[in-house]
């Protein structure tokens, strides 16, 4: 079995391995004890962390969804602003034509 910290683990089998050829039962079990708690550890050290960084992960989620939010807030004021100008081109070129009808109905 393979753990996040091959090293400390490594070393235990190798001191259990020692342990066992020369018959030093003591040793051997204690070894396979401290690799057991050392996998332990890294374990809990896992599940501690995702809990600890999980208030993170929702705060940049919420974060990111209010940039996302004011992004598409000022992409629909820069519409509304563009069809207001050509609400506005359209009336004025209305105007001119009007205007020019007029004129022209005037001098005939």
């Known amino acids: 079995m393979s753990n996040n910290t091959p090293l400390p683990s490594s070393f ?12 030093d039962h003591h040793t051997t079990n ?13 374990l809990l050290a896992i599940v501690a962390g995702s809990y600890y960084y999980q208030h993170d992960r929702d705060k940049r989620k919420e974060f ?30 209305k105007a001119q034509m009007r205007a020019a009808r007029e004129a022209a109905e005037r001098r005939s």
């Open 12 to 23: 235990d089998n190798d001191k259990a391995s020692v342990a066992m050829r020369k018959g």
């Open 30 to 42: 204690r070894m396979f004890r401290a690799r057991i708690y050392g996998q332990g550890f890294t």
């Open 64 to 93: 990111e969804g209010k940039v996302a939010e004011k992004k598409a807030t000022e992409k629909r004021d820069a519409w509304i602003r563009e069809l207001e100008a050509r609400d506005r081109e359209d009336q004025e070129y």
